[in-house]
Each structure stands twice: as C-alpha cells, then as structure tokens.
C-alpha cells in the first residue's frame, strides 16, 4: 500500500530563516502532490500543489518541489514568522485527476521562535 | 473566502447511539468527501462523494456509516451505532477540478461515550 513519511519530530528554527520539510512516499507515483498547513483542533487549510511533470511551484514565501525519481517532495518556507508556527501535512492524490481520494503523511510540527 | 461549513462543532453521544454530521460544501464544487482525524494520528479518508454517489471507501466506511446529499447542498455523515473507536475529528471537504487544493471544513469533534 502506498505509504507516506514526513519527519515526525519537530522542526525549531529561528526567525527569518528558512525551514525546509521533507516528504518521502513508496509504492505509488501520484500525478499531484499538495501541501497543507493545519493549526490544532482545526482542519486542513491548502497551501500549494505540484504536478508529476512540475519540478518546482512558488506561491509568496513557499516552495514546493516533486522529485517523481526519489519519490521526494521538499516545502520550504522563506523568512519565517512566528505565525508560520504550525504542523505541515503532504499529501498524494490516487488517480490521474486532481480530485481523487487523498492520502496523508503524518504531518511535521514547525515551531518558529522569535 | 468561500468556506466549507460543518455542524455541530462538538457532539458527545452515547456509545450505540446514531449521529449525524453535517457540512455545508462549497458551491460551485462537484466533489465531496469526508476525513477523520484521532487526537495525534493522521488525517484519514472515509469516503469520496460525485454525482450523486459514493465514488470510493475506505475499508473504515463500513455498513455503520452512511453518506448522504439531501438536497443540494447539505452532506451528511451518518453513523448508525457509534463506537468508543469512532471518538475522533470528522473533517468534510470539497473540490473542484483543476489545479486546486481541496477546501476543508473546522471539523466536528465527535466524543463517544
């Protein structure tokens, strides 16, 4: 079965510097990948989405890039704010459209400290 | 923004007894679909829901559940006789086509007593 993984422990980093957070995925090769933030007791909110065939997208301080070779997705967020203090989700698309059943990893706690 | 709308934000029930979760999707989107969340745990697929019918489920969306469109614009998750297990974050969302996220609901935390 297709299987998800982003680094469970915590990323702390300082102010204005740059976080970068991986996701890994096995047994599959989705045609979308998609980046959610999600705050505590709330839903996922859509950040930004990549093609198999994109290698990197942009959105204001964001980055996303899809290695469909190492199965590796890389989100960076640039001068990072304490407000960017969240836990960041991948997801997978199954299927070759962008509305088909999506499969989470389990997310990575990025703390940002003034 | 439009906003997907899920109601009650909290129901504590009886374990064996029915609840009804509902979610008001976005409007102009085709494609709707149910998650759940326990504390810690991932965000997990239930059920994906187009033109009027179930389009794929999770082996969790067994007989117990139930999916309903009553009227164009409300979506509804049924659960027949809940279970201690199904205490847990019920996340509605919706899509459209193209190249878009999905927009998901605040959720309703359900409590199974």
């Known amino acids: 079965s297709q299987k998800i993984e982003q680094n469970s422990e915590a990323l702390n980093i300082q102010e204005g510097k740059t976080a970068t957070l991986t996701c890994n995925y096995t047994?599959?090769?989705?045609?979308?990948l998609q980046w959610y933030r999600q705050d505590p007791g709330r839903g996922p909110v859509f950040l930004l989405l990549i093609r198999e065939n994109e290698k990197e997208k942009r959105k204001e301080r964001l980055k996303v890039t899809f290695d469909t070779t190492l199965k590796q997705s890389l989100f960076h967020i640039t001068a990072s704010q304490p407000a960017d203090s969240a836990t960041y989700l991948c997801?997978?698309?199954?299927?070759?459209?962008?509305?088909?059943?999506?499969?989470f990893g389990q997310g990575t706690t990025l703390q940002v400290k003034p | 923004e439009p906003e997907v709308t899920q109601t009650p934000s909290h129901q504590v029930t009886q374990m064996g007894q029915e609840v009804i979760l509902r979610c008001v999707p976005i409007?102009?989107?085709?494609?709707f679909y149910w998650y759940r969340q326990i504390l810690g745990q991932k965000v997990e697929f239930l059920v994906s829901?187009?033109?009027?019918?179930?389009?794929?489920k999770s082996e969790i969306f067994d007989d117990q559940f139930s999916v309903e469109r009553p009227d164009g614009s409300n979506f509804t998750l049924k659960i027949r006789s809940t279970k201690l297990e199904d205490s847990a974050m019920y996340f509605c969302?919706?899509?459209?086509?193209?190249?878009?996220?999905?927009?998901f609901g605040s959720g309703t935390r359900l409590t199974v007593v």
């Open positions: 829901f187009y033109n009027n019918e179930i389009s794929e």
């Open positions: 409007s102009n989107h085709l494609y």
């Open positions: 997801a997978l698309v199954r299927g070759s459209s962008n509305t088909g059943k999506l499969i």
């Open positions: 047994n599959y090769s989705p045609a979308y």
């Open positions: 969302a919706s899509s459209g086509q193209g190249n878009y996220g999905y927009t």
